[in-house]
């Protein structure tokens, strides 16, 4: 819920810190005092549109402010939605127990910059955090159910249809995906097919030179052994005798262990590590010289050979710079080329299988989306009804709500299923129905809305409400049924309500009063938090106006009263 709001230079208001609680609270104040003020620096912190003109022009000191200020404080449960959101952006969240604050700066020529819980943010962002922990239901408002695209969830929401949406996008991405793959199938096969003479060719070529892993860095050692083969023999032939001439390395090595072999038991053990270390050297010794042979033959010069291993290393490098690739990866290729070539030979398999894969994803998608359009129609019924039953109360007995659900072309359906869903009105009989915002006056537009949100209160996850004059042009017993459709709502989530109705505003919990003051020369706007005298005093003032009488002050002690009992 909203805890608290700081206004610093907005408009009138030079320094103002509100606090809120649970329940309805009431805001009230004599027309001009400043209400709207309060709800524009409000919207400035939930990201909403911004102007130079809102930054204060004139301070006490008699200054323009340089710079105004807003921040919204708010106590929310651990799995509030905001905090996914922000997770989502990598931003922060406050410690358990610590409240999530909004912050918006707004310089004087139009400037600003935005803060969760200061870190810096988009103003984009700003306003998504905004929308998901507070509504703003009213003529002016913006979002919230004066939103179209917001009617499809409140259905949704009423009839409990959760579970049933996230099927059916989970469905639609499964056909889309399914589509997806079997149009991609589709164009490669044709781009396959354009270059198959091509394919074929060039996997003829490399089916003929066979390139192996690793061939040319043999290819290229055997060549280097070859072009250097007669000064390497001449090397090898000389160690080669440096190991065998006279008695050679192995034959003496064999005699010092014959002679040694006399001694071994005299010396205790002692000779026995050197007995070994000769026995290691002699069998080293034989294996260098059977290397030695052997390389010296891969050494011997020949010419063929030789020229074999150039053609051949030159012949791998030429087709690799053919295709524009390494030679380690032509086996690679090779493979890719008979895929392609293979899925032209099996084209109508391949897009058979797809084909049916997609058929049955639009299918299952199709079915669980109609499924759905019933559930929803059901549920409107069942809404409209309800909406009905709070409609004479308000006043609005003439008026009728209806909910529309509507079958769209295949074209656009999507992840929220086949219907386009949409809230209209009548206020008068025989008159053609509309949208909301363009049907209802202002005062029926509020009204409406609190009879909307009265029925969906079970389904709003957004804890914070905002009514913005919802009695406006009504009075009497119409007022009071605001006043207690307001209070029932409070009863779930938070409801703030700007009002002039004294019997909307004596069934409030909490009572603000906006006033204006003037020190100086300097007028600005204040907020206080009325006690159960001062607010008594308040509502005499709105039932009598400027003159308030003792009637007036007894009848704020009957309605308050009366909403108490």
Known sequence: MLASVTIRDIVLIDKVDVSFDTGLCALTGETGAGKSILLDALGLALGMRANAGLVRTTGDSGVDSARASVSASFDLVADDPVFSLLSEHDITPPEPGEPLILRRNLDKDGRGRAFINDQPVSVALLRQAGESLV??????????????ATHRESLDGFANLKTACVEVSDLYRAWRDAETALSDAVAALEQNRADEEYLRHALAELAELDPQPGEETELAEARALLMNGERLVAAMASAEKSLSNGDGVEDRLAAAQRVLAHEVEAAAGRLDAVMDALAIANDAVADAEALLHRVMVDAEPDPAKLEFCEERLFAIRAMARKHNLSVE????????????????DDAGGLLEKLQIERDRAYENYKSKAEDLSQKRLKAAIRLDKAVAVELPPLKLEKATFTTRVETVDE???????????HFEVTTNPGAPSGPLARIASGGELARFLLALKVVLHQSNAIPTL????????????????????LAKLAESVQVLAITHSPQVASCAMRHLQIAKSENKGVVTTNVSQLSEDDRQEEIARMLAGTHITDEARAAAASLMSQESA
């Open 135 to 148: 509504e703003i239901e009213g003529q002016f408002a913006s979002h919230g159910l004066m939103d179209q």
């Open 329 to 344: 990866e032509l086996p690679t290729l090779r493979a890719n080329l008979q895929l392609k070539l293979a899925q032209i």
């Open 411 to 421: 074209k656009d359906w999507g992840p929220t299923g086949i219907d386009r869903i």
């Open 466 to 485: 905002i009514f913005d004059e919802v009695d406006s042009g009504i009075g009497g017993a119409v007022a009071a049924a605001v006043g207690e459709r």
